[in-house]
């Protein structure tokens, strides 16, 4: 009469855990996947408008880069997050000037503590006005 009831009790908790784990276990995996995997690369230019790190309990660098527009066009920004201290600081260095951004868009990133859009900066470049 024991053995069926510790074989009973084994299945409850490898049931409970595969509940509780396997959420866990998926949602690690697909964070990784998405932040170490770019849907796509390029290029942005334009003028850095701002750099800032904000956030209450995930603190991120968010930037915002003016991109060049026809006269009396509409402005378009280029919203974006970085990930690297050194990058950000670069990027502050180099607010209100002309810029080029690398940058790598990754989609499906879960919520906002690695960077508030899908667009993150990998490097930068001065672009010399002659």
Known sequence: MRFP???ARHKLVSA???IIAG???ISTLWTFIALNFSYSKGQR???LQKVSQRGWVCKTWEGE????AMPGATPEKFLFSIRSDSVAGELAKRAGQRVVLDYA???GVPG???GDTEYFVTGIRAVSTQ
Do not use: D, K
């Not at 880069?65 to 060049?68: A, N, S």
């Open 5 to 7: 009831a510790v074989i």
């Open 23 to 25: 959420p866990i276990v």
């Open 65 to 68: 880069l003016q991109l060049t």
């Open 105 to 107: 868009q990754h989609r």
């Open 45 to 47: 230019a334009g003028i």
């Open 16 to 18: 409970l855990i595969l």
């Open 112 to 114: 906002s503590c690695f």
